[in-house]
């Protein structure tokens, strides 16, 4: 796992550049963009206590969530980036209800969550950058929707930057999963794990519990199941942060699953499938593990809208698919009780 000489992001960016036929230089440039950003984006959060930086606006995204101060200077970083590095067509962003249109002969789509956990920002807990990147389909001055709705299975890269106790960019373009480290102290970003892959157990499950009576039975009794059944050997640990880029990161090391599911009141869930649950679920495909939304794979589904959400279950396969089985016989179970209630009545 851990790699032994130096390696720096540049040099593996110009080795996959070299070592790809086809390559133009557009891809690596568009990382060098992103790098570009959260490097400066890390400046700020690491003295996010100190400046008045904190707060909020008193403003609200579209989300409808308080938006907080950075969350506004990382996404201005991230599209500025973007923009002079020429390579990028349009952006999509959580933080704008439309997609950005930069460049007519930008040959790609970014879809970026600039700064996910936002709401750990002002206790310094663990926030993230996430980037997902798409080849641009149509060839014309006008883009059209078919560029940035694109399922997840048609990423050429997708990743995120973790900025906590160290600031780590990880990312995959489809052929494994690489993490580098930030060297502060030169200011570059190290290959500090190569091709990560999800541990065989599964230890840790990731929920917010407080949402625990709004779940549907099938998830309630996966969680019942893990923390009351004999037949489960070693005791699961609960870890949930809060920040999408943390909990991953740690269960994707260490061997876990995380779970936004749907529920009662919202049934699509929270998380955004174009700039969260895309570039989570392509990374934990590649890592060797799996990403659902409790019926098919996340990749696979065909995006409606920019914004549009989805019930998310990311981690160890093995894992993911038990929570299937659970959902499937408790959804047999509903649908019977339904379809009896429905003959009683007539
Ligand atoms: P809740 C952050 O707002 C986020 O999008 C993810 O990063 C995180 O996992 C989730 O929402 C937290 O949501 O409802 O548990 O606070």
């Known amino acids: ?91 999509g962003s959580e933080e704008q209800e439309e997609i950005v249109f930069l460049n007519p002969k930008g040959k790609y789509v970014v879809l970026i969550d600039p700064l996910d956990g936002s709401s750990n920002i002002d206790v310094n807990g663990s926030i993230g950058t996430i980037f997902s990147i798409y080849k641009r389909i149509s060839k014309g001055d006008q883009l ?18 973790l900025y906590g106790s160290s600031t780590m960019l990880i990312f995959t373009t489809g052929h494994g999963v690489n993490a580098f480290t930030l060297d502060p102290s030169i200011g570059e970003f190290l ?44 005791p699961y640990s609960a870890r949930y942060v809060g920040s999408l880029v943390a909990d991953f990161h740690r269960n994707l090391l260490k061997g876990g699953i995380y779970l936004y599911p749907g529920t009662t009141d919202k049934p699509s869930g929270k998380l955004r499938l174009l700039y969260e649950g895309n570039p989570m679920a392509m990374l934990a495909e590649q890592a060797g593990g799996m990403a659902t939304n409790g019926y098919m794979e996340i990749l696979d589904i065909e995006p409606t809208e920019l914004h549009q959400r989805t019930p998310l279950f990311l981690g160890n396969k093995e894992e993911v698919n038990m929570i299937h089985n659970f959902l499937q016989v408790y959804d047999q179970i509903s649908q019977l009780v339904t379809n009896t209630i429905g003959k009683e009545k007539s």
């Open 1 to 91: 796992m851990r790699t032994q000489s130096i390696i720096t992001l540049e040099q593996f960016i110009i080795e996959k550049e070299k070592s790809n036929p086809e390559a133009t230089g557009g891809f690596s440039q568009i990382i060098r963009d992103l790098m570009l950003a959260c490097r400066i984006i890390n400046r700020e959060v690491t003295k996010a206590g100190l400046v008045d930086i904190l707060g909020s606006l008193n403003a609200t995204n579209i989300q409808g969530e308080e938006v907080q101060k950075l969350d506004i200077y990382a996404e201005k970083q991230l599209i500025d980036a973007l923009r002079k590095g020429g390579e990028t067509c349009a952006v």
């Open 191 to 234: 290959l500090s794990h190569s091709n990560i892959r999800y541990p065989d157990r599964c230890n840790i499950y990731s929920i917010n519990e407080g949402n625990y009576r709004k779940l549907f039975e099938g998830v309630k009794q996966y969680l019942r199941f893990i923390k009351t059944s004999n037949e489960v050997k070693k």
């Open 144 to 161: 059209l929707p078919e560029d940035y709705l694109q399922k997840g299975r048609n990423q050429v890269a997708a990743g995120y930057i």
